[in-house]
């Protein structure tokens, strides 16, 4: 009999052992509404002045970041054991004292750097010498008839160019960036370009392999003096003549340009709840949400309640609430980017240097503007992003009183777009639209905390199903028509070039700090670190000039695009598609 009974006996005995490790890790409880209030509230202080990438505050608020997630027991993911993974926010350069502008003669006269000339920024390095040739405006137009590069041989000497174009010209192409391209097509040495102010180095920055600086006009005066001539007598001639009146004035000049070179960094916040299950633990699932916002604008600060205070609020809720029950079947990675509101850049330098393989990311959530949930509706885009995740998300919101909107694509314009990229499945949740955006208005108290209670329990059912479930079957999804996705971080209109920009000021060109694949960016070979300086006939000198040129366009046109690559120019054909 007791045979008889030891099977049941152990059989019960398997089954009370199988539920009791089932109860020592609880499902995770998702965060309520008044802690994320107070996540808000305390990601809005004004000791964090609107949470700019780059500045005091944004580092400010990525120390308390990492404050609360190792307070929440999550594993440091970042540098040298830290919570914080460094980038690369932007690059500039300073005239170092050793840069010097001389004028030949018995003895030389030299130049005051910084009063009298300064070296672009985007200078080649190094010395030239060569006798100055005066080179007009450095216009090339020669549908109006005026080339002031045609008559003078330029090779191996110093050009010097007034600033602008002549009346005459309005509208030609006479941005400093064009000159220093013609410059340097045409073999000069060094360009010196006149100025009636120095500018300032960030106006200057684009990299152009040859030397050039900027020049006062009393030190154009001086350097013209050899030949008898001023710069005002020169652009008297030029505007009453009608044509180029280029020469050789017989003087030499030596150009040295050194720089120091600055970066300057911002950080990701990120950190890891190791997986649970031996089987499934190589694996991770990624959650991702950018803490950054505008910091200062017009001296104002932008507190960004909603962007992205919600849905950094959100990630880290779930944070604790994942740690709190032990972690998941998967790995779960958090991260909080930097710096998206300057192109997304704090998710392409994680997708460049992964904490977790992304051949091993099984999926990534991205939460951004969260905050605001009417009508009891969220969307949710990257549906068909991968197999089964449209079906799991509408079961992980049964019963919540959340009505879904679930969108196929996954290019909605925000983090997520780097991970689908690189082959990464996504969801990117987000609560709608509204007249605050990016405006000093978006504050805590316009916030919903109960609807981001429940956009956070929708989350944590989608992420229990995913760390614990087979892994979902990556599906390429075509960005809307061929010309790209909403990565413009807005730059369109009836046109779509599929890049994304930072929507800083570049007086020397766009900079591109990502390239939606698949888009007519990419099929045109543009790369992230491109600097888009012409669109057609037009020069391009930032963020809205390209939204106004695309603006006029329409799909299928194919435009003409030339950019800046190594310090080299280059040029692409791009055939544009539709705007989403």
Not at 5 to 27: E, M, S
Not at 132 to 158: K, T
Request: hydrophobic share 45%.
């Amino acid at each position: 009999m007791i045979r008889r009974r030891a099977v049941p006996f152990l059989l019960l005995a398997c089954c009370l052992v199988g539920a009791a490790t089932v109860l020592a890790r609880p499902r995770a409880v998702p965060p309520g509404a008044a802690e994320l209030g107070r996540s808000v509230a305390a990601l809005t202080a004004p000791e964090l002045e609107g949470r700019r990438s780059g500045t005091a505050g944004g580092d400010r608020a990525a120390e308390l970041l990492a404050g609360w997630l190792g307070a929440a027991g999550l594993r440091p993911a970042g540098d040298h054991g830290t919570f914080l993974q460094s980038f690369v926010l932007e690059r500039s350069a300073l005239p170092a004292p050793t840069s010097a502008l001389e004028l030949d003669g018995a003895p030389p006269r030299a130049f005051a750097l910084g009063r009298d000339f300064t070296p672009h920024a985007g200078s080649q390095t190094g010395e030239a010498a060569g006798e100055i040739v005066f080179v007009g405006y450095g216009v090339s137009a020669p549908d109006a008839g005026w080339d002031d590069w045609a008559a003078v041989d330029l090779r191996g000497r110093v050009a010097l160019a007034l600033d602008g174009a002549p009346p005459s010209l309005a509208g030609a192409r006479a941005s400093r960036i064009e000159k220093v391209l013609a410059a340097r097509a045409h073999g000069a040495a060094a360009l010196l370009l006149v100025a009636d102010a120095l500018p300032p180095v960030a106006a200057t920055s684009a990299p152009v392999n040859v030397l050039s600086a900027a020049v006062t006009r009393a030190a154009a005066d001086a350097l013209l003096a050899p030949a008898g001539r001023t710069t005002a007598e020169l652009a008297a001639a030029l505007t009453g003549g009608g044509a180029p009146a280029s020469f050789a004035t017989g003087a030499r000049a030596r150009l040295r340009v050194d720089l120091l070179r600055h970066e300057r960094r911002a950080q990701n916040v990120v950190g890891v709840l190791p997986g649970v299950d031996p089987a499934r633990a190589g694996d991770a699932v990624v959650l991702g949400a950018h803490w950054d916002h505008l910091g200062r604008v017009g001296g104002v600060v932008h507190p960004g309640a909603d962007d992205n205070a919600s849905g950094t609020a959100l990630v880290v809720g779930l944070a604790r609430a994942f740690a709190a029950a032990g972690g998941a079947d998967r790995t779960l990675v958090f991260v909080l980017f930097g710096a998206e509101e300057l192109g997304l850049l704090g998710s392409a330098h994680y997708v460049r240097q992964p904490v977790v393989p992304l051949a091993q990311t099984v999926a990534m959530l991205n939460f951004d503007m969260v905050g605001r949930l009417r009508r009891d509706r969220l969307f949710v885009s990257g549906g068909d992003s991968a197999s089964g995740l449209r079906a799991l998300v509408t079961e992980a919101a049964r019963g919540t009183g959340v009505t879904l909107d679930v969108r196929g694509s996954p290019w909605m314009p925000s983090d997520q777009t780097r991970f689908y990229g690189a082959g990464v499945p996504v969801l990117s949740f987000f609560t709608g639209a509204h007249d605050d955006y990016h405006r000093p208005s978006d504050t805590p108290d316009r916030l919903d905390p109960d609807g981001m209670a429940r956009v956070a329990a929708v989350a944590a059912r989608a992420v229990e199903r995913l760390a614990g479930e087979p892994r979902p079957v990556y599906a390429r999804v075509a960005p809307p028509a061929p010309g790209g996705a909403p990565a413009d971080t807005g730059l369109g209109g009836a046109a779509f070039l599929g890049i994304v920009a930072a929507p800083r000021p570049a007086p020397d060109g766009l900079w591109i700090s990502g390239v939606v694949p698949g888009s007519a960016a990419a099929a045109a070979g543009l790369r992230e670190g491109d600097v888009i300086v012409r669109f057609d006939r037009d020069a391009v000198d930032g963020l809205d000039a390209l939204r106004t040129l695309l603006s006029a366009r329409r799909p299928g046109q194919t435009v003409d695009v030339v950019y800046l690559r190594g310090g080299e120019a280059h040029r692409t054909a791009a055939t544009l598609g539709a705007h989403p």
